[in-house]
């Protein structure tokens, strides 16, 4: 039976969620007189997810409403919604409608778990619980109950800016987690007599599973370490894993596997590692979900970011582009897109269409204004033959940026520190933020993109040798000449690392560091450069001095951008020890205990260790020349 206008009751004095605030207790016999059993609400939601996933939200919506009271896939599925309008938006009234049916979906799932009394709580110390005793309505209450619970803490951390919600989201998650380790339980020890039941909890436990796997496999070791000990798991081939299979099922969360799996690959990867994701397995699982959804504005922006992060802009550009026009009823994605477009111009050196976009986001988006704000003005000022007029609204701009600062979850949001404090040195200095663009092209991870073709990156090592010319010119009136040199150095040996000059880079990064002690604002520079410089080895395998400097730039502290750094190294880590790994397996000269330092947190070495490792790439250059 499908969902009718009429909002179903369970009793005959039951009211509306929306009328009474209170919940009519249905249970699974009144679903089933009403006609909605288990399998129906299944389907039902399911035809409500396809109408969301090809941009019929507002129908989507009404579907799911009537039994949203009643139904726990279709609490589920409104809350959902809800929940993705939220942090898209950080609109408050957005956020407070989120949690009204976050909350809703979390009481209708409990209804329908099974609750034990005292004497069944005691004899599951002593022995297994029987889960062959359990409905499928049971079995289906639990895993709905942890999904909501899952996203009620996300919603916690953008409600309120203090550190109580924080602590408050995170014993949530640790509920959840609970949860989804008991129904992997029930997933793996029941006797299951229905297919269908089980196919659509399995995908569920998949989802859920591989998701937390993902998520924790990308946190720095130390976090990690932590989670790992109070019961959660960080496996990335296993998150993997599961996700794929999950993706695979005829099930009503195989879309959802499957747009966190291209989402690792294509953003999380780009974001927070260092750019290692399976692009073609990702075009892989998009094929038929675009095939299924053509016109979805979900599937449409992970076609789009592809054609971005492999270099070929223009296409990215038209499929942005198309991805907005395709609807008007959820004009928070929109935003998402503009993001998208800014950062394809600016890989063009096209700053004034980078600027219009930033200014549109600025305008429109409640995210953080104060990163919108310094882009646009950023990008502004690589404008070249600037007017009188230019620089003092470049003024303003920069000067601007410290009001817009705000907190989240009680902390400052990382990059708006970063943009404060560039703009505390423009103020206090009057001096341009040489090659701020570029910088913050760097800062996004964006090198990781213009280096897949060298028609992009050849125009930025022009500006950038350019720039290097103008600072030498000028080097003894510069007081922030070491933090402008500093960072011209370590962009030119980001162009050089990509173009294969890995000698030329490998100077480049080691004149950065040698700028240690003398720059006064740019204060990531050196650890920054120190990590590139372990990058570059890991390149080109030569693993003992890759390790050295990953892991001395990991032991430095107190500088901006410093968590985005870490997510790098724990990434750029596990990929060292897979070499190591291989090594060692190989009879080279890997050992164990090259291994176990990698879980350092610092190491003995000192900053001595960098005049063994700095030894001329020359034969790499003659190689990838010829």
Known sequence: MLASEDAPTCSSSATSTEE????????EASLIAQGMDLAASIEDTKVSLDLFLNNNFNEARSRLKPWVSSSMYHALGYGTISYLQAIMTFDPDDITEAIKWVKNSIEVSNRFRRHSNMMESMSKMVRKANYDNYTDAEIHGELCYAESILERALITFIQDDNLISFIKGGLKIRSGHQSYKNCIQMLQQRNWKDEYSKMHFESGVRLGLGTFNLMISMLPKKIMKLLEFIGFSGDRDHGLSELESGSKLDSVRAPLCASVLICYHTVATYT????????EHSKTILSPCLEKYPTGVIFQYFDGRIEEITGNLTSAIDKFTECIASQQQWRQFHHICYWELMWCHAFNLDWLMACKYADKLCKE?????????????????????QTEQTRKSLNAMFRKVPDFKQRVAGKSIPFEKFAVQKCKKFLEHGIENTLAGLELIYTWNGFDIIGQKEELLLPVIDIVESTIKNLNKTKGGNVCYSDDYGLAMLLKGLCLRSLRRPSQAEMCFQEVIEQEGKILYNNYLVPYATMELGLLYLQHNRLSEAKLFLLQSRSKKKFMLENKLHFKVHSAVNNLRVKLEAASNNNHTASTQDLD????ES????????????????TEDAISQS
Do not use: H
């Open 20 to 27: 009474s605030g209170a919940i009519p207790q249905c249970t």
């Open 272 to 279: 927070f590692g260092t750019a290692d994701g399976d692009i």
């Open 365 to 385: 988006s409640r995210w953080s204004k104060a990163t919108y704000f310094y882009q646009q003005a950023c990008f502004l000022s690589m404008c070249p033959d």
């Open 597 to 600: 330092s990698l879980d350092e």
């Open 603 to 618: 190491i003995a070495e000192g900053e001595n260790g960098q005049d063994g490792a700095a030894v001329s790439m020359a």
